[in-house]
């Protein structure tokens, strides 16, 4: 006996159905595609106009060059005036220039060498105050061939200084102050060294010790 009651259900339609709803689903997701391309299309377009409009905005300036590019600035006169202004003088005079100068030579040994066995190594030359006079001496520094460090002339504050640290002092007893502080020093020491009554300060009543 067969139970009429509860139609069968058809597998076509459960088929059918199924496909209905995947259909749907598809057709959404078209749309959001569609939706989203579209809002892309209109960004791409926007980033492309403005790139267009930075572009023209740049190829419409004149450049400006820092540089001399041009032919003349190799003609005589118009590439010096590219270089560097030349340094001032000191207004030190060469060695040369003043060798007339010298009264004496005076010739510096390091200490506990056999002086036999030096040889020339440079000229020095430098102002003194002998018997209150300044006058201006030339130092032969001697030393061994193989030595490194040659002595410095007694009372000469460095290989470069044409003063001796009298004269340093003298002067400045009179303007007050060192130019640097490495003068200082040097002073410095050059008293410790002294002898009790220095020759330059013998003759000398204006400045006091």
Known sequence: MTDTGTPETDPRDLQIAELSQRLA????????????????????????????????AKSSKTPIFTENYSLDRNKLGVQNSDKKPARKSTGRKPRAAKAHLVSD??????????RGQCVHQRFQSAWRLVDGKAVYLR???????DSTSVPLPPGV???????????ILI????????RRPSMCCSAAEFLERRPKRPVFWEKSSTVSA
């Open 171 to 178: 002067n400045t007893a009179i303007h007050g102050s060192f």
């Open 139 to 145: 130092y032969d520094i001697r030393d061994l061939p």
């Open 105 to 114: 030579t005076i010739a510096v040994f390091p200490p506990d060498v056999d």
């Open 25 to 56: 689903e598809l057709t959404n997701e078209n749309q959001q595609l569609r939706a989203e391309n579209k809002e892309l299309k209109e960004r791409i377009e926007r980033l492309e106009a403005l790139l267009a409009s930075k572009v023209d």
């Open 157 to 167: 504050r460095n290989s470069r200084s044409e003063f001796g640290m009298e004269i």
